[in-house]
């Protein structure tokens, strides 16, 4: 089955959006709208598909994410006291028991969207590597074994062509898109299907842009 990605215009770049029991990664340089993405993403889920979600930010405080997508109109909180959406802050630091937690978390929720934002900052801790890149590994195979759909950002730098920072994510992932930000071209902000395991996907790069309304795809 289809999980739609909440971005308009997206779903049909995809074949009909993310497939159940995958993890999906957002790729971008800093500002290109990894986190708008993934609030739409949980937000719209809850609201047209009835599919609860759980938001980890490891990055930004929870307020943030809330407070960001206020503007949208989007009452992230209003959805957490009725217990459709949670945003739980998680210390990367604390990346070998992320699996359990989410687990539980996942469970006790019956959360059928699942969002990390971001997994740079676990590999920021460059202190263990292997062990890093173990756990990330488990946590996406938990996502897919449970048959959920998993939403993870990863950060790419400024000077940089690649799909993230330490190039490991994107072995990992079932799909890729990756957001661009070019200031001076016509088109500010562009979207590109970077890989899809699953079928068929637009090769094409794709403008799109942040309105009042969210992200959607220009045509
Ligand atoms: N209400 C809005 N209208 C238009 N653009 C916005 C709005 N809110 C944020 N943005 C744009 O989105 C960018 C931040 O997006 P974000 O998802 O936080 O980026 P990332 O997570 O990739 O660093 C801002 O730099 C700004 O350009
Ligand atoms: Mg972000």
Not at 19 to 28: I, Q
Not at 69 to 88: A, H, M, Q, R, Y
Not at 160 to 175: A, H, K, Q, T
Request: with cysteine; aromatic share 8%.
């Amino acid at each position: 089955m289809r999980v739609s990605t909440g971005i308009p215009g997206l779903d049909r770049l995809m074949g009909g959006g993310f497939e159940e029991g995958t993890v999906n990664l957002v790729s971008g340089k800093t500002g290109t709208g990894k986190s708008i993405f993934c609030s739409q993403f949980a937000y719209d889920g809850v609201m047209k598909h009835k599919q609860k979600a759980i938001y980890i930010t490891t990055e930004e405080t929870a307020n943030n994410i809330k407070r960001q997508v206020k503007n949208f109109g989007w009452d992230i909180e209003t959805l957490e006291k009725k217990g459709w959406l949670s945003v739980i802050e998680f210390e990367p630091f604390d990346v070998s028991t992320l699996t359990t937690k989410l687990q539980e978390i996942i469970d006790k929720m019956d959360a059928k969207r699942v969002v990390i934002d971001s997994v740079s900052m676990f590999e920021l801790y460059l202190t263990n590597v292997f062990e890093i890149r173990k756990a990330l590994f488990k946590v996406i195979q938990k996502i897919r074994e449970m048959n959920r759909v998993g939403l993870v950002t990863a950060e790419v730098l400024e000077d940089s062509n690649s799909l993230s920072r330490f190039g490991v994510i994107e072995f990992m992932v079932d799909s890729i898109v990756l957001l661009q930000y070019l200031g001076l071209a016509k088109y500010k902000r562009s979207l590109m299907i970077r890989k899809m395991r699953m079928g068929d996907h637009s090769t094409n790069i794709h403008p799109f842009e942040i309105s009042k309304k969210g992200i959607s795809i220009l045509k």
